[in-house]
């Protein structure tokens, strides 16, 4: 199973990006789908998370300005990102709690993408 996420960029402070990440390989099903963000210097952290059925949490540093999708037919998880800070400047990694064809359920983790807010 791979994760691959994109949709980084650098981008003003009050900006938006929408991230994406597709799940691709032996899936027969994925539950909770995530995204995390590790700034420099610091430890990554869960930023949003949204399980099959659609429910969602947000950490408190982003409710209001990120929301996480997901499309199930595409195995592919979103955060749309509004109204940028400086601070959520990090690199974002989208995670995945897969079901594979062998029947076992496992945590998959994509590359990161860079997010940087600055003018």
């Known amino acids: 199973v791979q994760l691959q996420a994109s949709g980084g960029g650098l981008v003003h402070p009050g900006g938006s990006l929408r991230l994406s990440c597709a799940a691709s390989?032996?899936?027969?099903?994925?539950?909770?789908m995530g995204w995390y963000r590790q700034a420099p210097g610091k430890q990554r952290e869960p930023v949003a998370d949204i399980t099959s059925g659609g429910s969602t949490n947000n950490a408190d540093s982003v409710k209001g300005r990120f929301a996480i999708s997901r499309d199930n037919a595409k195995n592919t998880v979103y955060l749309q990102m509004n109204s940028l800070k400086p601070e959520d400047t990090a690199v974002y990694y989208c995670s995945a709690r897969v079901v594979t064809t062998g029947l076992r359920v496992e945590d998959y983790w994509g590359q990161g993408t860079l997010v940087t807010v600055s003018s």
């Open positions: 390989g032996s899936i027969i099903k994925i539950n909770a």
